[in-house]
Every structure is written in C-alpha cells, then in structure tokens.
C-alpha cells in the first residue's frame, strides 16, 4: 500500500488480516519520536496493544546481538504466533525486524513500515531479512514475506539530507537494470526529484516498487531472474564491509558499485562507453560518489569471494548491456583484479 498519511490507517490494514492482539512495533529512539504516536493511536484505535521494542541505529549494529534484545522482549511481554512485529523505519530496522519475525517461534507474521527511500523502494519489499557479520553483509538471514508493506512518502521530509540522497540509488538502479523509460525520466527530472518534488517522488517511489515487486514475484528465492536486483551490491557491499559500515550509507556504496559495475562491463566489451558516462551522469545528478576508493584490490576480492552471490567459486557480477537491459555472467579473479588495479 503507498499513499501519503497512510501511517495513520495501519491499524485497520491490520484489522483485516485477522492478527493476534499483541504487536511489537521495532523502531529506533529518532523514528519513535516522530512517528511512534501516529503509529500507536492507530493500533490502539483498531483495538491492538502495541509495545514499542527500540534498537539502535545504524548498519553497524545490524546484527544478531541486537536482534537478541528483540528476542528478549517478545519473551517478557508473551509473545505468541499470532502476535505481530511491525518494523518502523529504514532498511536495518526492516532487515532485523523481519529476521526476528522469521525465527521466533519458528515464524511469526511482520509488516513493513519503511521510512527511508531504500527502505520503500527497495528493502521492505522482498522477503530479505537479516543480519551481517564482521566477515560479511547480510551473510546471516532467511526469506520470510511481510503481510503488508505500508509506504508513506510523507515521511520522507524529516529524513537527513544524506539518508535521501543515498537512496535515490537504489531508484536508478531499476531504471538501469529494467526500464529505459524510466531512466530517462530520471534524467529529465532529477533536479525536481532532488527537490523532493512530491509528485515526481510519488512516482519514483511507486515505480520502482511496482518494478521490484514483479521482479520477486517472479523469483522469490532468488534463484534465477531476482539477482539481477544485486546490481552494484558485489562491489558495494565490499566497500562497506571494508570501512567498517561507518563511512559510507548503503546507497552511496552501491552507487560507487553501480558506476564500477558499468565500467567493468565495459572494459570486458560488453557495453558502450556512452552508458558508463550516462549512468555516471545522472548519480552525480544526485549528488551520489561514483569513485571507487583507494582500498587494495586483493582485500575487495576477498571480500567479494565470501558474497551470497558466489557460486562454485566464481564471483557473479550484474553486468550491464545497454540501460534496461543488464546480464548475470561470472568474472574471472585475475580480470577482476587487473580491473581494480586500473
């Protein structure tokens, strides 16, 4: 469900879904305070009684100790397999939530409440939930489906400068990788969507998610056609692995991916030049980093060599060849190393 004020009709949407009386609303401190109060009259109205769980923010804390402190709390207040976790904020919110969710009592029903850019066009729709390892990005996880994604672009306007930026990222990716079209609308419209022009980002928001959602219809588990949403995550994930999740948000290294992700295509032959500089283009439109930075390349394979998307040793890239159209094909080690040195 998108719409604007739409927070403050999820105690209905809830209703509907026959849920048990007891939901655990997973947020942080920051996000409590502006949203918390919509988000408990709902439930309270639609006869639930919430209890708001608080966790840290921050991808550094995205792992199975905090999810723990979850644990701990749907324990003291009782918690059954009919109760409910409401995930209320960003993609690490959503990811821990929903992992929690997916192993408590072997599984009880969650719903996304994204306030974030990545979090609604991307990371609330799927099934993806997890956590990270100090070797790794979300090497720890499991596929458990929300019952509803509520997305309310509204929410959008208290999100820090930078938090907004990085996720437009993830809104060119799916032009990249899926509709031409859509990219080109980007490209017409960056300035007013950079803006926060409310139609324009409406429209951003809702395309990309309607984009993702057929992709995972089509391959919930991430077997075939969904890895192409990895597109600039091999290489972004292991930058952000390699700072230590503190220097760069999720967005951001994804777009130094996605530009590094063009440009390899095209240093294997695979797609023009014109695409690299078009796509660079439009992400420093967005005031997103493009330059991959100064970390030893055997150190990015390592890391990439432990990614979820190996397979049988060979490192998989989304490689693309023209915008909408992108190709899953193995790199092999020695050309990816000769191509970081570069």
Do not use: W
């Not at 994604?149 to 400068?161: F, H, I, K, M, Q």
């Not at 390699?242 to 991916?257: C, D, N, Q, S």
């Amino acid at each position: 469900m998108i719409g604007n004020g739409i927070r403050n009709r999820l105690g209905p949407y809830l209703r509907a879904l026959s849920l048990g009386e007891k939901v655990a609303v997973v947020t942080n401190p920051a996000i409590d305070r502006l949203y918390g109060a919509d988000v408990r009259r709902s439930l309270q109205t639609a006869r639930f009684v919430p209890k708001m769980i608080h966790v840290r923010d921050g991808e550094r804390y995205k792992n199975l100790a905090e999810v723990e402190r979850i644990y701990d709390q749907l324990i003291l207040h009782r918690f059954e397999r009919k109760s409910t976790l409401v995930a209320l904020g960003g993609g690490v919110i959503g990811d821990m939530a929903g992992f929690a969710a997916a192993t408590f009592l072997r599984g009880i029903p969650f719903i996304q409440v994204p306030t974030t850019v990545v979090a609604q066009v991307d990371a609330s729709i799927g099934g993806k939930t997890g956590v990270d390892h100090p070797r790794g990005k979300n090497l720890i996880g499991a596929f458990h489906q929300p019952k509803l994604v509520c997305v309310d672009p509204t929410v959008l306007a208290s999100l820090p400068r930078r938090e907004f930026i990085a996720g437009l990222a993830e809104v060119v990716k799916y032009g990249m990788i899926l509709d031409a079209g859509f990219f080109k609308y980007l490209e017409r419209n960056a300035s007013a969507i950079l803006a926060m022009d409310s139609e324009k980002l409406f429209h951003c928001i809702k395309k990309s998610a309607a984009l993702k959602a057929k992709v995972v219809s089509a391959d919930e588990r991430e077997s075939g056609l969904r890895k192409i949403l990895n597109y600039g995550h091999t290489l972004g994930h292991a930058i952000e692995t390699l700072t230590g999740y503190r220097k760069y948000k999720h967005g951001e290294a994804v777009a130094i991916g996605m530009a590094s992700a063009a440009k390899l295509a095209y240093f294997l032959g695979m797609t023009e030049l014109r695409l690299v500089q078009r796509q660079i283009t439009l992400l420093r439109a967005f005031n997103l980093p493009t330059e991959l930075p100064k970390l030893d390349p055997g150190s990015i394979l390592e890391v990439m060599e432990r990614d979820k998307k190996v397979a049988g040793g060979e490192i998989f890239f989304i490689l693309p060849e023209k915008i909408g159209s992108v190709q899953i094909a193995p790199v092999d080690k020695k050309v990816l190393k000769a191509f970081l040195s570069a």
